[in-house]
Nanobody, 121 residues
Framework: QVQLVESGGGLVQPGGSLRLSCVAS????????IGWFRQAPGKEREAVSC????????YRADSVKGRFAISRDNAKNTVYLQMSSLKFEDTGNYYC??????????????RGQGTQVTVSS
């Protein structure tokens, strides 16, 4: 069974950090390009960052540049999203997905359920 399971979300104060994890099962993560997306209530889905199977990070939203970094541990079949200097506007449900085009980072064929990140004082 193909699955993507996210974890690591939670409540954090502005300026804090979190590391999200996305564990794949049923397929080999290294064979795919992966992206992180987020969605806040009442807002459209936003691509956060995408990682190509061949060339590393290929996309990062302007709103997270310098603060978020995506990485992958093939041995653990896991992708991470390291988030720092968190802001109120980073609040949302974060999920990982198998993306079709990591440079456009806008379309995917499979996604996880997500993990909630809440930035609040």
């Amino acid at each position: 069974q193909v699955q993507l399971v996210e974890s690591g979300g939670g409540l954090v104060q502005p300026g804090g950090s979190l590391r999200l994890s996305c564990v794949a099962s049923g397929f080999t993560l290294a064979d795919y390009s992966i992206g992180w997306f987020r969605q806040a209530p009442g807002k459209e889905r936003e691509a956060v960052s995408c990682f190509s199977r061949y060339s590393g990070t290929t996309y990062r939203a302007d709103s997270v540049k310098g603060r978020f970094a995506i990485s992958r541990d093939n041995a653990k079949n896991t992708v991470y999203l390291q988030m720092s200097s968190l802001k109120f506007e980073d609040t949302g449900n974060y999920y990982c997905a198998r993306v079709r085009n990591p440079w456009q980072c806008d379309d995917y064929d499979f996604r996880g359920q997500g993990t909630q990140v809440t930035v609040s004082s």
